[in-house]
């Protein structure tokens, strides 16, 4: 019996530049290349698709550097399997997003914006190698309003080289102008492969970047935000519903180069190789067998990212066990609490260290 796949998600390989801090399966926007991707693509949706998805998510790379007459080929390929979507997300940055390729994705039926802007601060954009500047994210948010897609989610970079708190605290004062009902801000990771990597270039300081996460949390909190995920803050009822199903560990299809997805005890990776994904038949290199145990481990460590946490119910009745019984010592945890039948853990700052209390 197969069961019925919720979220899908595709990943659009091609970026207009590279950024310093990125090691995403992305290359540069070519587009003869981008048409060849889009001729496998079309086959590889064919034979994977085979449900209407409540949610589905473009992601990238840069979805936006498409042309328009490619981008509406991506979205007609998808069109047959959307009909069903509550939460229709498209990534964009701010220099590849237009008014042609805004009222495209609106008649597709895209209902939600994920915008990368990572700083408000134009001479922290240069050094991350971003393409635009924070006019054009401001020009491109009343673009977006004016055109009625106002569910809009901004992503954030935090901890980068040569912030320093007064940058960071500028950036929330200008994000929060702008009004949009979800943000998502992630602190920088040095890749061994990106530029910053292979320069040398290290994340500042743990105390400042603790520190910054604490700003943060305070001045969205202040101002209206739900801090509902590690990562994320959102408006209320603004959460990514796409992401809530891999934080309530839901079986998603992943589609392209460098995507994963999971199907019950199956987890597969795709090739990251752009030419090995043009020109092979066999593009999965890696399908994981996941055990109960490590499915049931994996299940509370997505799930106790989020205030919601872990429905005890429903995990007891998926796996047949008895939680009190097996987690014993994740229960006795001090940031665990049980609220309305769904283990909480109340800091998610510590959140890898309570985990280990789930790993016996
Ligand atoms: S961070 Fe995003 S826009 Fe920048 S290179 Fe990576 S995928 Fe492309």
Not at 120 to 126: F, G, P, R
Not at 254 to 277: C, E, F, Q
Request: proline share 2%; aromatic share 10%.
């Amino acid at each position: 019996m197969t069961t019925r796949i919720k979220h899908l998600y595709i990943h659009v390989p091609f970026c207009n530049g590279i950024c310093y801090y990125c090691d995403f399966a992305r290359r540069i926007y070519d587009e003869k290349l981008a048409d060849k991707w889009l001729d496998r693509l079309e086959r590889e949706i064919e034979e994977n698709c085979h449900d209407q998805y409540e949610t589905i998510y473009i992601g990238g790379g840069t979805p936006s550097c498409l042309s328009l007459k490619q981008s509406e080929r991506l979205l007609r390929f998808i069109y047959p399997y959307a009909s069903k979507a509550i939460e229709y997300t498209i990534e964009a940055n701010p220099e590849s997003l237009d008014s042609g390729k805004i009222s495209l994705y609106k008649q597709y039926g895209v209902n939600r914006i994920s915008l990368g802007v990572q700083s408000s601060n134009d001479i922290l954009l240069k050094t991350l190698n971003r393409a635009h500047d924070f006019n054009t994210v401001k020009n491109k948010i009343r673009l977006l309003k004016d055109n009625s897609l106002t569910n809009i989610s901004i992503d954030l970079m935090y901890s980068l080289p040569g912030q320093d708190m007064d940058i960071l605290k500028n950036t929330l004062e200008d994000i929060l102008k702008l009004d949009v009902p979800h943000l998502s801000l992630y602190s920088l990771t040095i890749e061994e492969n990106s530029v910053f990597g292979k320069k040398g270039i290290s994340s500042l300081d743990e105390d400042v970047e603790a520190d910054m996460y604490e700003l943060i949390d305070k001045v969205l909190n202040d101002n209206g935000y739900i801090h509902y995920e590690v990562s994320n803050f959102a408006k209320k009822d603004y959460e990514s519903k796409h992401n809530m199903g891999y934080w309530k560990y839901e079986d998603f299809l992943g589609l392209s180069v460098g995507a994963s997805g999971k199907m019950g005890n199956n987890r597969y990776t795709n090739t990251r190789d752009l030419n090995t994904y043009l020109s092979s038949d066999n593009i999965r290199i890696e399908n994981l067998y996941l055990d109960k145990k490590e499915m049931m481990f994996e299940n509370i460590m997505m799930s106790l990212r989020t205030i919601y946490g872990l429905n005890i119910k429903e995990f007891e009745e998926k796996y047949g066990v008895n939680i009190r019984e097996t987690y014993k010592k994740g229960l006795k945890n001090r940031y665990i609490i049980i609220k309305d039948d769904h283990l909480i853990c109340d800091n998610p700052e510590v959140l890898n260290n309570v985990l280990l209390d789930f790993m016996d």
